[in-house]
């Protein structure tokens, strides 16, 4: 079971998750969120880092990263980059909170160091860290995090984090693995952009063939839902 929340456009819909998110926040004394990166969550970012910085108990908040490029922090494709000149510079968080996926080092090295980095902050729940929330995207060939369609197995990956190569650079990444996505109290899709709206239709309606497509696979213990605008739904 999902819920699904459609929007005009990005913006409306990165203002409306930002409400949601604010008013649904746990009171927990510490809540371990895992980010996505790509362009999607930009708008997002620049919302909470706007609007919320200082009505949000940012303290409290413990961040993650659902996949990172094997680049350099200083890279424009890292995603901790992106996350850190958008959002975190202008929240007030401790550095002992943010949970960087050192994208500089060895894939396989820093694959088990942040699996141990998870094991050290995050609960476990049906014996796999449990993020309170974790945010991902779609690709528009239907990937999520860095689990692409030609790297199925990572679903079933029996390791925290694994490393993945996108399909078309080669490039290597860090991801979490299906196990721990689907093993999250809480993870939301934020989908934009017409380019995806032929993947999510399969995915949403399971029409013939939608099961190739890893963000299909991505059914979490906890609640599942979709923030979608207009164009991811109609293609237009
Ligand atoms: C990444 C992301 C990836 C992303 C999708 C969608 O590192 O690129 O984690 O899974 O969410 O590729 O990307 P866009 O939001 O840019 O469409």
Redesign the pocket.
């Known amino acids: 079971m999902y819920t699904l929340h459609q929007y005009e456009d990005s913006n409306i819909l990165a203002t409306h998750y930002a409400k949601s998110f604010k008013a649904q926040l746990s009171r927990k004394a510490k809540i371990n969120i895992a980010l996505?990166?790509?362009?999607?969550p930009k708008l997002l970012f620049q919302h909470w880092a706007t609007h919320y910085a200082d009505s949000i108990d940012w303290t409290r908040l413990h961040f993650y990263w659902?996949?990172e490029?094997c680049v350099s922090p200083k890279d424009e494709q890292s995603?901790y980059k992106m996350t850190q000149d958008l959002l975190l510079q202008h929240l007030h968080i401790p550095k002992a909170n943010i949970h960087r996926i050192k994208g500089e080092k060895d894939p396989q090295k820093e694959a088990q160091r942040y699996s141990k980095e998870i094991l050290k902050h995050v609960p476990l729940k049906n014996g796999l860290p449990q993020f309170d929330l974790i945010l991902?995207?779609?690709?528009s060939d239907g990937?999520?995090?860095?689990i692409f369609p030609h790297q199925m197995d990572l679903l079933e990956a029996p390791t925290i984090c694994a490393v993945a190569t996108h399909p078309d650079s080669g490039q290597k990444r860090i991801t979490l693995t299906g196990p721990v996505l689907n093993n999250a109290q809480k993870v939301a899709f934020l989908i934009t952009?017409a380019s995806k709206q032929k993947v999510l239709s399969s995915i949403l309606h399971e029409k013939r063939g939608w099961r190739q497509y890893p963000t299909a696979h991505i059914r979490p213990v906890g609640r599942l839902s979709y923030h979608l605008d207009k164009a991811a739904l109609t293609g237009k």
């Open positions: 996505s990166g790509g362009s999607t659902g996949d490029r995603n991902l995207g779609m690709g990937h999520t995090a860095s952009g």
